[in-house]
C-alpha cells in the first residue's frame, strides 16, 4: 500500500524548535522530489519546502528561511522537516506531498501548534 506517514507536530512555545518526519512506503521514494505543505487554521494550502529526489537542493518560502531544513534520507525513505525559531503564524497542519503518476499524493497531517 503506498503511503506516506507524517508525524513529530506538537505544542511548542515561540522560539522552540520542533522536527517532522514522513516516512514513505509502497512507492520507489528516492526518485521523488518531496515537498512539506501547510493549512494554517482557516487558511488555504501554503506550500513551505521541498527538495529533489536525490536532496541535492532545498526550496523555502521566504518566511521559514534561516529558520526550517528540510532533509531526507533515501535509505530510510523519509523526509524531514527541521523547524527552529517557531513563531504563532507557523501554527497550522503540515503534510507531506509528492508528485505521483502525474498527481499530488499527500501524507497524513502533523498538526503544529505554536502557542504561548
Known amino acids: 500500500q503506498e503511503q506516506l506517514v507524517g508525524s513529530g507536530g506538537g505544542l511548542a512555545l515561540p522560539g522552540e524548535s520542533l522536527r517532522l518526519s514522513c516516512q514513505a512506503s509502497g512507492f520507489t521514494f528516492s526518485r521523488h522530489a518531496m515537498s512539506w505543505v501547510r493549512q494554517a487554521p482557516g487558511k488555504g494550502l501554503e506550500w513551505v519546502s521541498g527538495?529533489?529526489?536525490?536532496?541535492?537542493?532545498?526550496f523555502y518560502r521566504d518566511s521559514v528561511k534561516g529558520r526550517f531544513t528540510i532533509s531526507r534520507d533515501n535509505t530510510k525513505n523519509t523526509v524531514y522537516l527541521q523547524m527552529h525559531n517557531l513563531k504563532p503564524e507557523d501554527t497550522a497542519l503540515y503534510y507531506c506531498n509528492t508528485i505521483k503518476d502525474g498527481m499530488n499524493f499527500w501524507g497524513n497531517g502533523t498538526l503544529v501548534t505554536v502557542s504561548s
Open positions: 527538495l529533489y529526489s536525490d536532496g541535492s537542493d532545498q
